[in-house]
């Protein structure tokens, strides 16, 4: 039996995690489960799945839990940054689901490597951030990290059986978001209700709206980078509505080779917990006679300027990674509140790698500044 954690319980990652963990209770047997504010519903999942550890963000939070769950068996709660990292680590499990948002997984991810755990990785900016250190430690404690985002996903099944020396390209798949065929002039005018209305995915409101800004395959752009050990001019985003396919790998010989699925992010996080095994989860194959063709376009880079982002702080590297993404990070919580327009999330992001002084080969403490710099700078401009 796997023992898990899961951090980001609540999270839409985590909570189809669990979903899977529910039709095979007999495989899967949950130890830890964090969430930072949605304490109601962890407390349901705590009386479904009757895990040994808990992280909350705060006191308070921990106070409402206990309240919630008066008359039941409480499990030993952790609190906090610290929390996460010491549930990351915690001895009586086996894989660590990173499901959290944010900059925030990028400690308990080290700390779960350093303690030797399987790594299930759903949370984009640990490699983003830190991609070079998180990789080489990786390696060195030789802890596997096997990738939950279904692009990721598809490009690691993509590769099995395969010599990864053989790989030429990588084609990352979009769906375009909600604003694909949105004019440019009419950007100024998108609320946080349309950029939360994606049309194939259902996801939390952080990554629906950097789907809507395409800073979603920015980002995994830079993840691909890491993961897959390729250049960033090996990769290429293609805009495909129908998010059937969910990305592609072009080898040497001019072969491709695609994974394809409806959208459901079950089948890439089972993938994750039983590989090479494949389990059966009740996900339905896609209907190919009713959707016709399978279509692939080019981002439109001046409408969404995301991807020039990636390939910027790619090229240059160093601490630039971690300013974009903490830039957008609040860039992003700005728009939700409804303090800045949708194209001034760019504009955000852009100031700030703009204004950065870049520091090359970054150790850790120097990607947390960088990210603390750029959070003070972008609430400045804000």
Partial sequence: MKKLAILGSTGSIGQSTLKIVS???????VRVLAAAYNIPLLCEQIKRFNPEIVVVMTEKGADQLKVLLKGDVCPEIFIGEQGYIDAASYEKTDIVFLAMVGAAGLRPALAAIN????????????????GDIVMSEAKKNNVPIYPVDSEHSAIFQCLQGNREKDLKKIFLTASGGPFRKKKLSEFATIRPENALNHPNWSMGNKISIDS???????????EAVHFFDVSSEAIEVLIHPQSIVHSMVGFKDGSVIAQMGIPDMRSAISYAMSLPERLDIGVEFPDFTALKSLEFEKCDNEKFPS???????????????????????????????????????????????????????????????????ARETALSLI
């Fill in 23 to 29: 039709l095979y209770p007999d495989r899967f047997d």
């Fill in 212 to 222: 809507a800004t395409l800073m979603n395959k920015a980002l995994e752009i830079i």
């Fill in 307 to 373: 991807l020039d982002f990636a390939f910027e702080v790619c090229k240059k590297g160093g601490t630039l990674p971690a300013v974009m993404n903490a830039a957008n990070e609040i860039a992003v919580e700005a728009f939700l509140d409804m303090k800045i327009s949708f194209p001034t999330i760019y504009n955000i992001i852009s100031k700030c790698l703009g204004l950065h002084n870049k520091i090359d080969n970054p150790d850790l403490s120097g990607i947390i500044d960088a990210d603390r710099w």
């Fill in 115 to 130: 303690s030797k755990k399987i790594i299930a990785l759903a949370n984009k900016e640990t490699l983003v951030m830190a």
